[in-house]
């Protein structure tokens, strides 16, 4: 069964807009949450993180927010660019260090 | 620096045959992981290692075995191939999570695109 997932396949972001990808969990148990990046071809790349600490975390363009009650986060790319066209995987873990992953969503931003 | 290194980038076999994929990192992690990625289903864990000499199965381990002589070194094992093998998969490696001032997040190859016919 998936214990991190992402129910949208693809998204078509306007260049400059917002984008928002979500993910949901069902494990209360992560304390531990991260977004990866990944272009055809390559291996994903780490993007950036939260702990189950923190509500917000933010990388320059980059936010992730985490809402722990709804099991859910999301990361928010302001303003978006062609550069960032890629699939997002969200991961989580406990403290036991295995990654777990959503499906990915497809992110093309329109120039 | 060559972070996350995957040995080989592409292969075909026939149903039956075996092979061994080679992962290989320069990072000093403890914690190494081999992924599969097929369409629609994201990165599931095949098996996982903790640290020299020890491995562990995650969440599609059915068909596959690791090792783990070296620290530096993870192997993934197809004893006996099947088409529903075919898949790409990736390697990847951290550090433990019980060094709270580094950081944790797994670092990744470039995969390996296997094709079973």
């Known amino acids: 069964d998936q214990q991190v997932k992402q129910n949208s396949p693809s998204l078509s972001v306007q260049e400059g807009r917002i984008s928002i990808l979500n993910c949901d969990y069902t494990n209360s148990m992560f304390d531990y949450f991260l977004w990866y990046k990944k272009y055809p071809a390559e291996g994903p790349t780490f993007l950036i993180s939260i702990s189950s600490i923190k509500d917000k975390n933010e990388d320059g363009r980059f936010t992730v927010f985490l809402n722990k009650s709804a099991k859910h986060l999301s990361l928010h790319i302001v303003p978006s660019q062609p550069g960032d066209s890629a699939v997002y995987f969200c991961a989580a873990s406990a403290f036991g260090n295995q990654f777990y992953f959503g499906t990915g969503t497809s992110l093309t931003v329109i120039p | 620096n060559a972070g996350v290194t995957q040995t080989p980038k592409f292969r075909v076999l026939k149903t039956g045959q075996s092979m061994t994929l080679l992962c290989a990192q320069d990072?000093?992690?403890?914690?190494m992981y081999w992924y599969r990625q097929d369409p629609g289903m994201g990165l599931r864990l095949i098996h996982y290692?903790?640290?020299?000499?020890?491995?562990a199965k995650g969440e599609v381990p059915d068909g596959y075995n690791v090792s783990r002589l070296k620290k530096q070194n993870f192997l993934l094992g197809l004893e006996s191939a099947a088409p529903s093998q075919t898949s790409v998969y990736f390697c990847?490696?951290?550090?433990?999570?019980?060094?709270?001032?580094?950081?944790?997040?797994?670092?990744f190859g470039q995969g390996t695109r296997l094709t079973v016919v």
């Open positions: 290692s903790v640290g020299e000499g020890t491995t």
């Open positions: 990847a490696s951290s550090y433990s999570r019980h060094k709270p001032d580094l950081n944790t997040e797994a670092f």
């Open positions: 990072m000093n992690h403890e914690y």
